[in-house]
């Protein structure tokens, strides 16, 4: 069952202790993130120096599945480069909206155990919201939705 | 009338034979993988009973045309069949006349039809909307947009930590700028009853005329719209057993003659020319194009179905549910009731403590229960009890004291899963 296999061990794990929480002081990057659909708002902060994500951290509030979603995204791309970020961020969107084939090579590790999602659509969104949100920060906008798709392309650099 | 074809007779349920009534809901049949459906998410939409859903083919395999136009045979047919629905809600809700019933496409274009027919005409700038705490986003959108373009001001009622209108505060609001009360009957996120008849009364003394928004009150309670004497009543069909995309707007005759038509077209016209447009009498004035005759029919039936059974012996059945509920809910630790009226419907919004509502919703979805998670269409609610939002159940007449169990154990595995 889809739900079982959702809310297995890791995500619980990092939904009780979520790594990188809390907001940086001197972060170079900031976006919000929110769902108006249920609420969930996420705030993400991050140092990039030389197109490296030297650290991150997020803090908000949202639901299980968002927040496990935000902490292993954080964990996955610290002190990663922003192109690493990008292809990350390009592949979990395919994974979660079940477009990815996992058979084929990707770089997504542990993060495929949010494969299931695809069969629940109402929750795809809560997934995929770390991820938009870390795409708006690394373009400098400071808010992103997850009812605009494009809001990470459409809105000028503000930082 | 129809009920010849309802197979469903008063003294066949003078023993209250809630499990033979159920039986007549086909969906409630259903697996979802592999366990059998209990559907807690009725507040949103009911289910139809095989009844309504053969009236629906009997006029789409028999009936079916377009009305008040051709001379021939199936037009008056159908004509007269979506009449007949029109002569069910009026009795259904102890209309003067049938006029005075306006088929929409359900509460929320009600509510719009209000606004557009009689506030657009009627409200001014400076001029003072009261509504309430417990709207529905349909009751506070559409009066936010007529204030924004005439310049008049929305009033709120507040509520008390039980999720009851201050009716105190509501009279305090009332000034010689009060010129119109949008007011909720039943709660649809917390359940709350409004005392609407003592709030409709105060309005009348201050000659402001009231609408009630009746989504939820009138699948639960007998609503005689003559005994309130509010000025309009909405609610929609698929909250009663019947299709979505139709509901009803009641309105006094002598307002609804005053206000100006909300949609133009076909059928809600005297005569056009390009020069000058005579628009007919009501309710077609309001009814513009091809309404939703098939809709308008099922929800007729859907009225014969529900008036066979009894609103009064419906509401009895599910109150013992709701208490029945309340009673197991309150013996769970960490799970928290929000709405604790003293007149509730059976609806039951709750958290657990340190679990978001939509993981709620989907680890219940495991079991085949459905709930509502989210903000209900009522963020002023949710932020008044300071929650994102909430979890609920809100039972029907078909549902079992064995689904309320069924629930039960379901929480109890959600707190499991996140223990």
Redesign the interface.
Known sequence: ?V??S??QEVI?DH?RKPRNYGKLDYASHHAVGHNP????RLDITLQLENDQINNIAFEG?????CKASASMMTAAVKGRSRLDAEILIHEFRELATGKLDIDHPHHLGRLTIFSGIRD?PT?VK?AILPWHTLQAALNSIDNASTENNDSAQAVSSKL | MDSANISLKPEAFSDLDWEKIRADFPILKLKIDGKPLIYLDNAASSQMPQQVIDRLVRYQTTQHANINRAVHYLSEVATMEYHKARCRLQQFINAREDREIIFTSGTTDSINLVMHGYGRKFIKAGDEIILTTLEHHSNIVPWQMLANEKGAKIRVVPINDKGELEVDEYEKLFNERTKFVGLIHVSNALGTINPIKRMIDFAHQHGVPVLIDGAQAAPHIIVDVQALDCDFYAFSAHKLCGPTGVGILYGKAALLEAMQPFKGGGDMIASVSFEKTTYNTIPHKFEAGTPPIAAAIGFGAAIDYLMAIGIKSIAAYELALLDYATECLNEIPGVRIIGTAAEKTAVISFTIDGIHPHDIGTILNQDGIAVRTGHHCAQPVMQRFKVPATSRASFAFYNRKTEVDALIAGIKTVQKVFL
């Open positions: 069952m739900t079982k959702l809310y619980l939904n659909l249920c609420g969930d509030e949202s639901c299980a599945i629940l929750r809560c």
